[in-house]
Structures are given as C-alpha cells and as structure tokens.
C-alpha cells in the first residue's frame, strides 16, 4: 500500500527567508507525486506535480520540488517566503492513473513570521 | 471560471438528520471523488466515481453514500450524521489517463449539532 510522510507538523520562518519541507513516500512503481496548498477553510490549490522527465519541478507562486528515487523524497522548496504563503501544505502520492485518488501526507503547517 | 462547485460552503445539520452535499463541475472530467477532511487532518477518499461505476473505500461507513445523475453532477449523502461526522467534505474531478492533475472544489464545511 501508498503512504506518505510529512516528518515536520509544524515549520516557522521569517519572511524573506528560504524554505523547504519535507516529503517521503512509500510507492511501488514510479509514483505521481503532487504538493498541494490549502488556506484555513479552503479547498485545495495544487502547487506542482511530478510523473516523469525532469526530477526538478517547477510549480506556482515560486515553488518548486525535487524527486529523488534514491531517497524516496519529493521535497517542496522556494528561495524566499512571503506572508502570503502562509499556509498548511500537503504532500500526496496517486495510486496509478486515477489521478485524484490520492493519498495524503499528514501536513505541514507553515508559519511565517514578519 | 470555477472548475468544481460544491454547495453550499457551510452546511449545518442536525444529529440524526439525513443531509445532503452537492458537487458539479464543468470540466467534462469522468472522474469524480469524494474525500472528507477531518480538523487537524490530512483527507481522506471516502468513494468515487469512474463514469457511473461506484467505488467504495474499503473503511468507508455505511452511514456515508453517494449519487452520480450525470458527468456533471455528484452527490454525497450521509444518511443519519453523528457528531463524528463534522468535517470538511471535499469534491475532486480527473481525467482517467488524461492531464495528471486532480481538480478540487472549495469544500463544504459540515458542522453536526
């Protein structure tokens, strides 16, 4: 079975600062792996995805993720924070081609501090 | 231009009283899911659709069910919701072997009283 691991509950940055958050995932085949953003009381914005090619993604807002097989991590980074990312993220994994059939990392909760 | 509408954004139901969330989308997508979002937690597939065809989680309560009319429209039931039942519900649309990418709605927030 697919799982998911966001090792960090909570993070805390200032603004302007750089950030990464962590992704581990359990897949047999080559995963569809996916960061998705969600704002207290919203749905879900997806941020980037990876299913193949160039293990370096980029998404929206400036972020941007890195697949690496070896380690079994898809970790989400952007060079400076900004107030307006403040958000929770989560790290999700799709079994097969049923695309929206995901399974969730715990989240990661970011904070960012002026 | 909202791709995947859930109504409404806040519902509050009664212990015991049957209710019903409603999603559409315009995105012509065959593929829609259901995920309920518990406070503090990640989301988690309750059921979905591929076309007509029904597909249950294996862990998902007899108390929770759902109708698909047309492409465009899918429904979620909860028959009898329990204080348990406060969550977010969170409607998703794909294209089976199409883009890979999941659209969601902006959820609705069950609140059981």
């Known amino acids: 079975a697919q799982s998911v691991t966001q090792p960090d509950i909570h993070i805390t940055v200032s603004e302007g600062a750089s950030l990464e958050l962590r992704c581990n995932y359990s897949?047999?085949?080559?995963?569809?792996l996916f960061w998705y953003v969600q704002s207290p009381g919203q749905g879900l914005q997806l941020l980037l995805k990876?299913?193949?090619?160039?293990?370096l993604v980029q998404g929206i807002k400036g972020f941007e993720a890195e697949f690496k097989r070896s380690q079994s991590s898809f970790n989400l980074r952007k060079p400076s924070v900004h107030w307006s990312d403040a958000a929770e993220y989560f790290c999700a994994v799709a079994g097969g081609t049923s695309y929206g059939k995901l399974t969730f990392g715990q989240g990661t909760i970011l904070t960012v501090h002026p | 231009d909202a791709m995947v509408i859930q109504n409404p954004r806040y519902q509050v139901t009664q212990f015991g009283k049957p209710v019903t969330l409603s999603c559409s989308q315009t995105l012509n997508h065959n593929v829609m899911y259901w995920y309920q979002q518990k406070s503090s937690q990640a989301p988690k597939l309750l059921f979905h659709y591929y076309d007509k065809d029904f597909n249950n989680e294996a862990d998902t309560p007899d108390n929770f069910q759902s109708r698909r009319p047309n492409t465009s429209f899918c429904f979620l039931d909860i028959r009898s919701p329990g204080l348990g039942d406060a969550a977010m519900y969170l409607c998703?649309?794909?294209?089976?072997?199409?883009?890979?990418?999941?659209?969601f709605g902006q959820g609705t927030r069950l609140t059981v009283v």
């Open positions: 998703a649309t794909s294209r089976q072997g199409g883009f890979p990418e999941a659209f």
């Open positions: 897949y047999g085949a080559t995963p569809y």
């Open positions: 990876y299913f193949s090619g160039d293990t």
